[in-house]
């Protein structure tokens, strides 16, 4: 009599979560061994804050504004930029290397790269704004808001970086170059910042161009932290900001999603 054949084992697939977990870990640990990008977390806002507040302090406190409190939001918010903009680097890296061609021979769920991709751009983010939050406190900067706000501030801060991460993932996986993505978010950023209410009142701007830099998502995230931070009125620019935030979010997750199906050697 023939002993019964021992069943296969069968494959099991990880959840989508844990692949995203995984993924994330991955980015986590690139990000960690590349000092260049841990140096420029930390270092741009310093260099950015100094940069500007240096020279222009003088003038702004002559027209009646305490620029130690009016210019870290701008600060910050530069910051999380420059955190959306390293991750449609990696991701365009990570096409230009293949290696999408690699995560499409694994049984990866369609989404875990990208979730896994935002996974370290909020570590990324977290750092950053803590170096600019820490280089501002070191000239002054206080959170006379309280705790509550202080945390706000943060998570406010964080979702800006994340936001926007979607969207630059989104353009990572349709250059599939880095150097072309740089170009190609260079002069958005610089115009949203330089246009805007982050390093000068509304009324330092030509007149007809104040309803772009009062109305502009970057300039109602300013107002939206430098509320959280300072006090006074913070619900309307908080309110306005995370609708602005979740509009973003909308366009940026259907771009990211299109992009993402079409991309080369994408997972399916």
């Not at 993924?23 to 061994?33: G, H, M, N, Y």
């Not at 910051?79 to 021979?105: C, E």
């Amino acid at each position: 009599m023939t002993a019964p054949t021992a069943a296969a084992p069968v494959a099991r697939t990880a959840s989508p979560l844990t692949q995203s977990w995984v993924l994330a870990l991955r980015a986590v640990t690139l990000l960690a061994r590349d000092t260049a990008e841990i140096s420029g977390a930390v270092i741009a806002p310093l260099v950015f804050f100094v940069g500007f507040y240096v020279p222009m302090r003088g003038v702004m406190e002559q027209r009646g504004v305490d620029y130690v409190q009016w210019l870290p939001p701008i600060v910050v918010l530069q910051s999380m930029l420059f955190v959306a903009m390293s991750s449609a680097d990696a991701i365009a890296a990570d096409v230009q290397q293949g290696m999408f061609n690699r995560f499409r021979t694994m049984p990866l769920g369609r989404l875990a790269p990208v979730v896994g991709r935002l996974g370290a751009d909020l570590c990324r983010a977290l750092v950053a704004c803590g170096a600019a939050i820490g280089t501002a406190a070191a000239f002054g900067f206080r959170f006379e808001a309280g705790a509550g706000a202080a945390a706000g501030f943060v998570a406010l801060a964080v979702a800006f970086a994340l936001c926007l991460s979607v969207g630059c993932v989104a353009l990572g996986l349709a250059v599939g170059n880095p150097e072309h993505t740089a170009s190609a978010m260079l002069v958005p950023q610089l115009l949203l910042t330089m246009l805007s209410t982050g390093f000068t009142p509304v009324t330092g701007f030509p007149g007809w161009i104040r309803p772009f830099v009062r109305d502009q998502p970057v300039s109602q995230a300013a107002d939206a932290l430098r509320a959280l931070a300072s006090g006074g009125q913070t619900a309307r620019p908080v309110l306005i900001t995370a609708a602005w935030l979740v509009a973003l979010l909308a366009v940026f997750a259907w771009l990211a999603g299109r992009t993402l199906g079409r991309v080369k050697g994408g997972p399916r």
